[in-house]
């Protein structure tokens, strides 16, 4: 597994991922102006790289439940890999909880051989979400499987760096055409309904809606428009456009840890690639799957 334990391993100075399919066919892109620069590294951006990107093979999947948006983001990505590699049924087998972190998300991907690189900013459960409502009912119970999934991640071929990644880092991820990108938010910054309702209820009436958190993952980005792309599982949208400010503010929440799981598209083509002699309309899981002795989100 290639070494993806700093941010400038995907940096938009190293050449591109190009798919076997031409890129044509899978991406929307325009030209950047040649005076544009790399938010990572500050370097100039080579003349030709996208100013829009939208990873088009990527379907859209809808969560089942209010718990499952995660499970529903890792289905997209092993869809685009191949649509008869993996079915929902056998995620909720591989991971049976229904207080999904997003340390049991990347083991899940890494048992199909992607790679995974987690940023946060929190190593293991924080424990100052002991009385956040989203997370009460169930840290107690959480805390022993989420310390154990952290402890056995590099075992498991994760890569985890503990730090934030600012939304200049997060775009040239996305206009490089090397990554998807499933980030944890706040669901009610997404929401311009839901975010008037949390400024006005605590002034109106006294109450704090507190956090609700959700999955997304993002496939895009226009840097004219200053939009990035998502795959949102909790709406029927099969394309959903955020504002840079708006999922800046849903990413840095409370009860986020700003986590982010960077998938590179070189795994998933990587992916595609082993599915390719599959044509039953039956799952291929058992095939791909890696045995681990890691138990995964038990």
Known sequence: MPDMTQLSAVCACSPAVSTSGGAGSEYVETS???????????NRR???????????????CKQHFSWDCGLACVLMILKAAGPHLCDYQTLRRMCPTTSIWTVDLAHLMRRFGLEVLFFTITLGPNPAY???????????EDERRVSHLFMTASAAGIAIQQRSVTSDELSDLILRRECLVIALVDKRKLDPWLMAADMCLPTLCGMDLGY???YILIVGF????????????????PEHRVSVSALE???RSFGTDEDLLVIPCRSVFALRQACQPATATAPVTAGLVSPVKTAVCT
Not at 222 to 229: K, L, M, N, S, V
Request: glycine fraction near 6%; charged fraction near 15%.
């Open 32 to 42: 950047l102006p040649s005076t544009s620069y790399c938010g990572t590294c500050g």
């Open 46 to 60: 080579e003349a030709g790289l996208s100013s829009r990107v939208i990873h088009n093979y990527v379907p859209h």
């Open 130 to 140: 002991v009385n956040e409502s989203f997370y009460m009912e169930h840290m107690q």
């Open 249 to 251: 503010q849903a990413r």
């Open 222 to 237: 226009d840097a004219a428009q200053q939009e990035f792309i998502v795959r949102d599982p909790a709406t029927s949208s």
């Open 212 to 214: 609700t958190g959700h």
